[in-house]
């Protein structure tokens, strides 16, 4: 009889890169944000697994560093995410092709140099339809990646393998591949919906239906930018939350400068080889931004408590209570009920 297997996934919100922290992050000798990480990095090292949604291009300093509405990030992040823990990195999102196929092709070549592995985009054919499937403390994870659409920047109809979209055939297909490659929990990472509010909408709604029923055990949804629902289906085996917020960003205010690490717990039954989601534990963050010498710092903090003390670096009186808020902006009973059907 095969030995039970216990594996950690940890994940979070979005990461952008505004102009501020590209400044932020400048060195004599380049760039470096690892300072952001400094106090969530333990969450992340800790995990069998973590991953996260790379809402920016990696597209190399020729073509200059900035940040919105085109977003390219000096590619120290990718080595500075490695180091934080992060080993997974989903890449489909609306600034995926800020810089064409050059920016596209760039961003994951800078996520190979630094060991990291990607799903979302790709550099050819045969790349897209490669499942990234890991072996995860014994349990084979898959991990899926699409969005909803560019910013109107078009992608080439000869070379449609460079950017997932929320095509169902194609998930279709990508689930028959994890499920080829025998992953043991299947991960979709849709990016979908509307930015900055509360909700996720019908349709949001209908497709992680969709994907339940499909097979796909686990979906992490992002791009809202501010935390959104999570249900966890104990009957049936599958957990959704359709945004973590914002992990790492400029934005400020209407909890733009807020998102949650969620650590998720999956089993794997030693005589059934079946695979349960175990536990899910959460723990909210905040984007401390402070000034320094002229531009500002930015270090992401672990919220542990609503009342902010000494060892939290000063955090701004109104963060009272944002923990507890943010932990009920989890809970939504009427999405609930529209998830599962009841």
Excluded at 132 to 149: C, E, H, K, Q, S
Excluded at 268 to 279: E, H, L, N, Q, Y
Aim: with cysteine; hydrophobic share 35%; net charge negative.
């Amino acid at each position: 009889m095969m030995m039970a297997r216990t594996a950690t996934l940890a994940t979070c919100g979005d990461i952008m890169v505004h102009d501020a922290q590209i400044d932020a992050a400048r060195r004599n000798d380049g760039f470096d944000f690892s300072e952001c990480f400094e106090h969530v990095a333990p969450m992340f090292n800790s995990a069998d697994c973590a991953f996260c949604n790379l809402e920016t291009t990696l597209s190399g300093s020729k073509r200059g560093y900035r940040g919105y509405p085109l977003f390219n990030t000096p590619e120290h992040l990718a080595r500075n995410l490695a180091d934080a823990g992060f080993s997974v990195i989903t890449t489909a999102n609306n600034h995926s092709p800020d810089y064409h196929e050059p920016g596209i092709i760039s961003t994951l070549d800078f996520l190979d140099a630094a060991g990291l592995r990607h799903t979302g985009t790709a550099r050819s054919a045969e790349e897209r339809t490669r499942p990234l499937v890991l072996d995860v403390n014994g349990i084979r994870t898959g991990f899926m990646a699409y969005t909803y659409g560019t910013n109107d920047i078009p992608i080439p109809s000869d070379k449609s393998y460079l950017l997932n979209f929320l095509k169902k055939e194609d998930i279709e297909a990508d689930v028959r591949s994890m499920r080829a490659a025998d992953a043991d929990i299947i991960i979709c990472c849709p990016h979908f919906g509307a930015e900055y509010v509360k909700a996720p909408d019908e349709g949001q709604i209908a497709l992680v239906r969709w994907l339940w029923d499909l097979g796909v055990q686990i979906v992490i949804g992002n791009h809202s930018h501010i935390v959104q629902p999570a249900v966890w289906d104990r009957t049936h085996n599958r957990y959704a939350v359709f945004s973590l917020g914002n992990f790492l960003s400029n934005q400020r205010e209407d909890w733009k400068d807020c998102g949650m690490i969620a650590k998720i717990s999956v089993q794997k039954d030693g005589s059934s080889g079946r695979t349960m989601i175990a536990g899910i534990e959460y723990l909210p963050t905040y984007v401390h931004r402070w000034e320094e010498n002229g531009k500002f710092r930015y270090r992401i903090l672990p919220l542990e408590s609503d009342r902010p003390h000494a060892g939290d670096h000063a955090l701004p009186a109104e963060m009272q209570g944002r923990r507890s808020g943010l932990l009920q902006r989890l809970s939504d009973p009427k999405i609930e009920r529209l998830l599962l059907g009841g």
